[in-house]
């Protein structure tokens, strides 16, 4: 890039089921208002905003120009972007470009989702092809469904080792003071929760959160005049493709992937062989359990068919060698607009040593999050404590 690019400040909402003593515009606010305060900043001085959310699943459009006072937006340049699941990292690489480009100095990224206005499980129902895309259909349900069958039938995992995912999201959820779902759950409370379709239980899915997220990002001579722990963005890549053509409903589908392209992809702009040793967190989105086995073997890991030993060795806990989530992540908390930005806020957290009760023990001096979205897009980015690093 032609700047290096830093995030200096950033903060989110509590996340709930219903906040009901926010609207919109004060919701945003919030986070806005916590990371301009992070950063020790003022609106005045932030040169861009950039937003972004899901706007079918609360069916308000154009929010951009209706947020205004909320984002502190007014008479400022800005984006409104929307892609999927992805929308939060989206952002980011946006407001990246945009002050490594030399444009702007500071940029304002938001993400933000207020699911209860909406119906986002009859919105998602409806985005397929009824036929080539029923897999998307009940909210995705059922693509998770597959990818779990095929993963047991493929490697020998059970659904013990899915449950496992959920209690380690939902036990480093108690640990964050903003996570949606804290609970205080074991495997066996996951295998006796509602059926919705084999293997997919209640709590192998993620919830419907409402929250924010803000982070500004700025050019590196005011990083090191304005923040005294500054973290750099070193890489960011993003890969798609249809769900029905190659996605991870049949493990065994050697083509290459959307997720294994764009890491592959991320580890070669960084010059790296072994993103295990190299990363010392990692945050990525996980709407179901099955969907973070996956991720670990397509983020190299582990080899194909060794996910689950690493959940069930207890690698990839919080106090692992690999710490997968620390957050809690998607599964504990998914206001959509805004959990692909999370992820990257939660893994700048670490690597400033500011995550609190769910910080790593271990010293983090690099991370790596991703974002995904419908329809099998994925967009990662690389962070680290220092920018030659």
Known sequence: ?????????????????????????????????????????????????????MEFFEGCHMTDCWLADGTGAYGKPGIKITTGGTVGATIVCAGAHHVASGLFDKVLCIGFEKQEEGDTGAILSGVAHPLFGRSMAGAAVGYFAMMGSSYMAAWGAKEEHSAMV??????????????????????????????????IRMLDMCPASNGACAMILSDEKTARDRCARPVWIRAMDTAHNEQFEISWRDVLDRRPKFSTTCASRIYRKLGIADPAAYFDVFEVYEPATWAELQWYEDLGLCA??????????????????????PSGGVLSTNCI??????????????????????????????????GYGGTNWTVMTALSRNPED
């Open 166 to 199: 959920a209690v380690k999201a939902r036990q480093n959820a108690r640990k964050n003071q903003y996570a949606h779902l804290k609970l205080d759950i074991g495997i066996q409370d996951v295998l006796n929760s509602r059926m919705l379709a084999y293997p």
């Open 1 to 53: 890039m032609k700047r290096n690019v830093a995030i200096i400040g950033g903060g989110q909402t509590r996340h709930a089921a219903r906040r009901h003593d926010v609207n919109q515009v004060e919701l945003v606010n919030e986070a806005v208002r916590a990371a301009l305060a992070d950063a020790k900043m003022t609106i005045d001085e932030i040169d861009a905003v950039l937003l972004g959310n």
């Open 337 to 370: 607009g805004a959990s692909a930005m999370l992820r990257v806020w939660e893994a700048a957290l670490q690597i400033r040593g500011d995550a609190g009760g769910h910080q790593v023990p271990k010293e983090v001096r690099r991370a790596l999050t991703t």
């Open 304 to 325: 194909p068919g060794q996910g689950f030993r690493l959940v069930e060795e207890g690698k990839t806990g919080i106090d692992g060698p690999m710490p997968v989530n």
